[in-house]
């Protein structure tokens, strides 16, 4: 109980440090340039669903990306996503959470888990979007002028690279999850047939 409690801090502030990495004026960028790794607040919110069972970490998540936010744009970085859709990030991003947490049941890592992993981030992402996107329409105030059908055209074509980004991180996060729970595994059988 205690080596799983320990291990569940160490995965919590891995995941943490991620998210302030990726969302910080360091490497801030939504996709990524050559310079930049992309924002990885929507990995890191699924695979603390799915990787964790503390209660207060989406809380922690949510707390610390509000302060990164200030802290970059207090230092220069763009305000222009911070409108009163900005509290719509809470359902978008608990969201991916409760699909991680959703696939919880899956772990550990076999073949025919995958599917469902994929699934669950896939409508994780796209609720996520979703959210995001109408309440960015609706409150911002920048899209008076344009009909919801256009904004959604528009911003349809992005959906892919939310995808493809919060996939790839969270597709490294599970291999790594992977490979130290069979290294801790064969640990323990090891441990068990020295202690025979």
């Given at each position: 109980?205690?080596?799983i409690r320990r291990n569940?801090?160490?995965i919590g502030s891995l995941l943490l440090l991620v998210l302030i990495l990726?969302?910080?004026g360091i490497t801030r960028s939504h996709f990524g340039t050559e310079f930049n790794l992309p924002d990885a607040s929507w990995a890191v919110f699924w695979l603390m669903g799915l990787l964790t069972t503390f209660s207060a970490w989406p809380v922690m998540l949510l707390v610390t990306c509000a302060v990164v936010d200030y802290v970059v744009i207090h230092g220069g970085i763009s305000a222009y996503c911070v409108t009163p859709a900005y509290a719509f990030l809470i359902p978008a991003y608990l969201s991916l959470w409760m699909m991680g947490k959703w696939s919880q049941s899956q772990l550990p890592i076999r073949t025919a888990s995958l599917l469902r992993l994929m699934l669950s981030l896939a409508i994780g992402v796209t609720t996520c979007f979703v959210i995001?996107?109408?309440?960015?329409?609706?409150l911002s105030g920048y899209f008076s002028h344009l009909s919801a059908l256009a904004f959604a055209i528009n911003v349809s074509r992005y959906w892919p690279y939310y995808l493809l980004h919060t996939a790839v991180y969270a597709g490294v996060g599970l291999i790594i999850h992977y490979c130290v729970f069979h290294l801790q595994r064969q640990e323990t059988e090891r441990v068990k047939k020295a202690d025979r």
């Open positions: 109980m205690q080596r569940e801090i160490i990726t969302r910080s995001t996107n109408i309440s960015f329409y609706l």
